[in-house]
T-cell receptor, first 112, second 116 residues
Framework: EDQVTQSPEALRLQEGESSSLNCSYTVSGLRGLFWYRQDPGKGPEFLFT???AGEEKEKERLKATLTKKESFLHITAPKPEDSATYLCAVGISSGSARQLTFGSGTQLTVLP | DAGVIQSPRHEVTEMGQEVTLRCKPISGHDYLFWYRQTMMRGLELLIYFNNNVPIDDSGMPEDRFSAKMPNASFSTLKIQPSEPRDSAVYFCASDISTSGKYNEQFFGPGTRLTVL
């Protein structure tokens, strides 16, 4: 069965304190790994897509990396406005399937 | 573009009543997805459409749930009769197909449903 596990469930950082969020997956045929940010009361907002092991994407203070078993979202010198829940999702190779399987998320709090 | 539009944003109803949630996808997108988010189960796919045709409804919890997409710019998710355990945030998302490639889905703001 396809599984996506995110860790930690919650993370509190001081402003400027860099860290990483983990997304490990067990799927049969990865067709893409997606990172989303979700603020309270809002829908998930797309951040990155990674398609193959070794791929990296960057956006401001965020950098996403991918291996054959997991993905990391690195946050460098975070600011309070980076506080949100970060979700990862995988798309699998299964016929014409388009569904994404989401992890349970990491709730990040950045303290000033 | 205005993004994915959902209505209503909040819905409070009593058990047994019919509830209809509405979604307008991003213009030009040919895939539409309905998700449900709860604290216990996270974000779950209920059903998705391609070119207005339902492709996979295996995530629909039971026959009380139904979804339609009469045209490329409108979809509904109906719950009849509603039950307290249906209380959740329901999201609609859309994306555009690219041959052999998964693209990012764009989510709407969600409808928070409370069934009393």
């Amino acid at each position: 069965e396809d599984q996506v596990t995110q860790s930690p469930e919650a993370l509190r950082l001081q402003e400027g304190e860099s860290s990483s969020l983990n997304c490990s997956y067990t799927v049969s045929g990865l067709r893409g790994l997606f990172w989303y940010r979700q603020d309270p009361g809002k829908g998930p907002e797309f951040l990155f897509t990674l398609y193959s092991a070794g791929e990296e994407k960057e956006k401001e203070r965020l950098k996403a990396t991918l291996t054959k078993k997991e993905s990391f979202l690195h946050i460098t010198a975070p600011k309070p406005e980076d506080s949100a829940t970060y979700l990862c999702a995988v798309g699998i190779s299964s016929g014409s399937a388009r569904q994404l399987t989401f992890g349970s998320g990491t709730q990040l709090t950045v303290l000033p | 573009d205005a993004g994915v539009i959902q209505s209503p944003r909040h819905e409070v109803t009593e058990m047994g009543q019919e509830v209809t949630l509405r979604c307008k996808p991003i213009s030009g997108h040919d895939y539409l997805f309905w998700y449900r988010q709860t604290m216990m189960r996270g974000l779950e796919l209920l059903i998705y459409f391609n070119n207005n045709v339902p492709i996979d409804d295996s995530g629909m919890p039971e026959d009380r749930f139904s979804a339609k997409m009469p045209n490329a710019s409108f979809s509904t998710l109906k719950i009849q009769p509603s039950e307290p355990r249906d209380s959740a945030v329901y999201f609609c998302a859309s994306d555009i197909s690219t041959s052999g490639k998964y693209n990012e889905q764009f989510f709407g703001p969600g409808t928070r449903l409370t069934v009393l």
